[in-house]
């Protein structure tokens, strides 16, 4: 089993900036994948990301592409999720997830683990 750990969330204006990070460690010679989720207040959880387990292929949801960049450290297993142009909507809980199979994919249960979480909140 993998273990993930986000950090890098915060309070930013609209407009701004903030990069997430998420940690990968134990059992990773199995990942095929990654990708960054989503939970609002009161929201299920929402796909954000995909990235190959190479960092080669990336896909984003409509909502995010063109602010959003999902990055690997290929000399360490750090995951890095850029987000610029944050509006309030992007306000949420965004948990990193990895999973074992092929493809880049977009649903949260086709995911084998994900971490804790970190909170970004956007003010108007």
């Known amino acids: 089993q993998a273990q993930l750990v986000e950090s890098g969330g915060g309070l930013v204006q609209a407009g701004g900036s903030l990069r997430l990070s998420c940690a990968a460690s134990?059992?990773?010679?199995?990942?095929?994948?990654m990708g960054w989720f989503r939970r609002a207040p009161g929201k299920e959880h929402e796909f954000a990301a995909a990235?190959?387990?190479?960092?080669?292929?990336?896909y984003y949801a409509d909502s995010v592409k063109g602010r959003f960049t999902f990055s690997r450290d290929n000399a360490k297993n750090m995951f890095y999720l850029q987000m610029n142009s944050l509006k309030p909507e992007d306000t949420a809980v965004y948990y990193c997830?990895?999973?074992?199979?092929?493809?880049?994919?977009?649903?949260?249960?086709?995911?084998?683990?994900w971490g804790q979480g970190t909170q970004v909140t956007v003010s108007s």
């Open positions: 134990g059992r990773t010679n199995g990942i095929q994948g």
């Open positions: 990235i190959s387990w190479s960092g080669d292929s990336t």
């Open positions: 997830a990895e999973h074992g199979g092929s493809g880049l994919r977009t649903r949260l249960y086709e995911y084998d683990d």
